[in-house]
């Protein structure tokens, strides 16, 4: 699926399962809340942290998805083509950091 494709499924169920889309602050305020559950996953998965009983049952691939649902929905309603966004995002890092990462004496 691409991302486009990805765009207009979203958009499709928001408009026949989800009724509307919530508003953009909504929306933001839903992505930091499913950011937060990533990190939470995380950090009991590869972190520190021990795993409570209500977080046993989480699938990482799962709360990603919720993170790039959301994120698609704020696409969607503030006209950003996500293919062209990231297209444009990684032309943007290629030109910037073309030695950048290479000469880090931290990655080597």
């Known amino acids: ?3 486009e494709e990805a765009q207009a499924l979203v958009d499709n169920w928001i408009t026949t399962t989800g009724v509307r889309y919530f508003s953009e602050l909504t929306n933001m305020a839903i992505l930091t809340e499913e950011v937060g559950e990533v990190a ?10 021990s795993f409570k009983k ?3 049952d989480k699938n990482l691939g ?4 919720d993170v ?9 309603q503030t006209g950003v083509n996500l ?10 890092k290629s030109i910037r950091d073309a ?3 290479r000469n880090n004496e931290k990655l080597k």
């Open 68 to 76: 790039l649902f959301v994120l698609i929905c704020l696409a969607n």
């Open 1 to 3: 699926m691409t991302l």
């Open 83 to 92: 293919t062209e966004a990231l297209e444009k995002n990684l032309e943007k």
């Open 54 to 56: 209500s977080d046993k």
């Open 99 to 101: 030695d950048r990462h």
């Open 40 to 49: 939470r996953l995380i950090s009991r998965t590869y972190g520190d942290q």
């Open 62 to 65: 799962d709360e990603l998805a």
